[in-house]
């Protein structure tokens, strides 16, 4: 298969709530999309079909993803329980927050030791989504680094 063939060239959030996200968070959500579009390594494994279309949702406590060709025929859903995924979502919010007050009111200092938490607790997700996916996608940490942070906005509750 050809490095231009697995790869994600569309990715589409399922963002039914309407939740209105502060504008630091709609920034990372616009950057992770930009970043996933532009670099990144992603196919099923045995599949040959790329590169893909993405749909990512959560439902009933689980992540889906609905992956298509890239003229959108289904190819395959795969689905994962978020419970595994909880604790750390819930901490990165928590540290999220701290990070986004911190850079209006601390000292640099004290920005970079709270995102030096951030950047340990999103690749502590990021590995955890990888191995999750390890038996159904081939990816990359760089790709599942974004993913993680998509995963993590559909679970903005408002």
Request: charged letters at 30%; hydrophobic letters at 35%.
């Amino acid at each position: 298969m050809s490095g231009t063939k697995k790869r994600i060239v569309h990715i589409q959030l399922d963002e039914k709530s309407g939740v209105r996200r502060r504008p630091e968070v709609e920034q990372e959500r616009a950057i992770a999309i930009f970043d996933l579009l532009e670099e990144n390594s992603f196919a099923p494994i045995g599949d040959e079909n790329g590169p893909y279309a993405v749909h990512l949702s959560v439902e009933d406590n689980r992540l889906l993803l609905d992956i298509r060709t890239q003229d959108g025929q289904p190819l395959q859903s795969i689905t994962l329980p978020v419970k595994q995924f909880q604790s750390i979502i819930k901490d990165y919010f928590l540290i999220c927050e701290s990070y986004f007050d911190a850079i209006r009111k601390s000292t640099p200092a004290q920005i970079e030791a709270i995102d030096v938490g951030r950047r340990g607790l999103h690749n502590e997700g990021s590995s955890l989504l990888k191995e999750r996916l390890a038996d159904k996608i081939d990816l990359d940490f760089d790709t599942a680094r974004r993913l993680f942070t998509l995963v993590c906005i559909l679970h903005i509750k408002g």
